[in-house]
């Protein structure tokens, strides 16, 4: 998964921005939670305080010490027993420790119709929240848990201190902070998909340019163009005029290589003809020496030309051949050439567009070759048939020649391919033989085979690069 995510740009990009996206969400949604919590908790304290005005200005203290409470609640709630929110007064004596958890019920002087039988049991230290003012504490089995209110106040009669409490059960202000995070919870659950789904799509399209870029590369290599056109973002396209300025570079040094070599095979060729030509009319020993010499010397460099041009050919992106116009042109030729045999060449067998990657020259060689040496030994019928095959991630063409002649037997078939074996001593040809044939295959990763012809001759299969019309 890791080696994916580095070797993914889709991956990365989609992982970070989700990471990402999930991160903002969570983090939102804990500062949102976090602010309503404290604006609740605030608006509860501004409630809790205007019962508190009230009780501070209905406590009165006679002389005698004597206090009296005239209290008019606003909240029915007050009035309603175990309904919530509640108010109490207690007296602190002198003699209160400071240390006290709680205080003895029995100094609670007043307190709401709303807590009925019971008694608010506040601990005498409290914590106090600072953005609210509000304390919370356990009120007990019966009462829970709950936040209240607290002010002490010394009137100036008498000596005593007075505890106001004005408390609400905790749920008052749990519920309505969990009914909005839940409601948080499902709008930023509906965000973070929509921004996961916009995440994706802007992956998908900011993306697009390349998957573009890889469709105009294949086109280039499977020959159905020389060069990456289209309109790209003003941020690849120096990515393409660089492809490009490769290709044409390349195209180049390809063509002034086979420039070179036609100029050398021209060069060597000419003085072998006239070798050739001289010990044509030399009978004596040294004459015939001379003439096997230069019949080994043109195949030397017939073979290593065409070695040449096949390996500059598979370097060179670009490169299709259509199959059937170059073998109607191979059938012409032979037809003509072997008329006298009435040898027959069926092409029906070729699948319409399959193409050869290469150069056409290479091809015209490779299958010339093939279909001369059926000729040379068929009784009257050739098959010529090719086919498109995947192998792996790559598209090969598949060429066969089958004769109705006497065949080989298993064991000659791959002496066939080797280099200076010819299968018929007695013709002349073109010296390049079926070795020059696998040369060139393998120059192009294919390969070339011989078997056994359902027409009960010899057959030959081609295995090259192909491409799909």
């Not at 919590?37 to 005698?64: C, D, F, I, K, Y």
């Not at 009035?79 to 003895?104: E, F, I, K």
């Not at 948080?184 to 992956?203: C, F, P, W």
């Not at 056409?360 to 070759?369: A, H, P, R, T, V």
Request: net charge neutral.
């Amino acid at each position: 998964m890791l080696r994916g995510l580095r070797h993914s740009l889709r991956t990365r990009l989609l992982a970070g921005t989700l990471v990402w996206v999930m991160v903002s969400v969570l983090v939102a949604g804990w500062v949102l939670s976090d602010l309503f919590r404290q604006h609740a908790a605030r608006q509860l304290a501004s409630e809790l305080a205007v019962h508190m005005n009230q009780l501070v200005a209905g406590l009165s203290v006679n002389e005698q010490g004597d206090a009296a409470l005239t209290f008019e609640p606003t909240d029915p709630r007050l009035l309603q027993p175990l309904s919530g929110l509640y108010w109490q007064v207690d007296r602190l004596t002198l003699a209160q420790s400071p240390a006290a958890s709680a205080l003895p019920s029995d100094i609670a002087v007043f307190n709401s119709r709303s807590l009925w039988d019971q008694t608010l049991q506040v601990p005498a230290r409290l914590s106090i929240d600072p953005s609210s003012g509000l304390a919370a504490f356990d009120g007990g089995a019966d009462m829970g848990d709950m936040l209240a209110l607290v002010r002490v106040v010394a009137p100036p009669e008498g000596d005593a201190r007075y505890r106001l409490i004005v408390a609400v059960d905790q749920a008052v202000l749990d519920q309505p902070l969990r009914q909005f995070r839940i409601m948080l919870a499902v709008s930023l659950g509906v965000l973070a998909l929509g921004l996961a789904m916009a995440a994706v799509m802007q992956v998908v399209v900011g993306l697009r340019p390349l998957a573009m870029l890889r469709g105009r590369l294949r086109a280039v290599r499977d020959g159905a163009k020389t060069q990456i056109d289209g309109d790209f973002p003003s941020e690849v396209q120096p990515l393409v005029d660089s492809f490009n300025q490769v290709l044409q570079n390349n195209h180049q040094i390809v063509q002034r290589a086979r420039t070179q070599a036609g100029n050398l095979a021209h060069a060597l060729k000419t003085p072998l003809s006239v070798l050739a030509n001289a010990s044509a009319h030399e009978s004596s020993d040294f004459g015939r020496l001379v003439a096997d010499q230069v019949g080994v010397a043109r195949r030397h460099v017939d073979h290593h030309l065409a070695r040449a041009r096949a390996a500059a050919a598979v370097r060179t992106p670009g490169l299709r051949t259509e199959v059937l116009p170059v073998a109607q042109g191979l059938t012409r030729v032979l037809s003509k050439l072997y008329a006298e045999r009435g040898v027959q060449i069926n092409l029906d067998g070729l699948t319409p567009g399959a193409a050869f990657r290469g150069e056409s020259q290479d091809l015209q060689e490779m299958l010339g070759n093939i279909m001369d040496n059926a000729c040379k030994w068929a009784s009257r019928n050739i098959r010529v048939t090719a086919r498109l095959a995947q192998q792996g991630a790559d598209t090969m063409l598949l060429l066969c020649v089958e004769d109705d002649g006497p065949g080989l037997p298993e064991a000659r078939r791959e002496a066939a391919f080797e280099r200076g074996v010819r299968l018929d001593e007695r013709v002349p040809g073109s010296g390049l033989g079926l070795s020059i044939v696998r040369d060139m295959a393998t120059a192009y990763g294919g390969a070339v085979e011989a078997y056994a012809s359902n027409l009960g001759g010899l057959g030959v299969r081609l295995t090259v690069p192909g491409v799909a019309g």
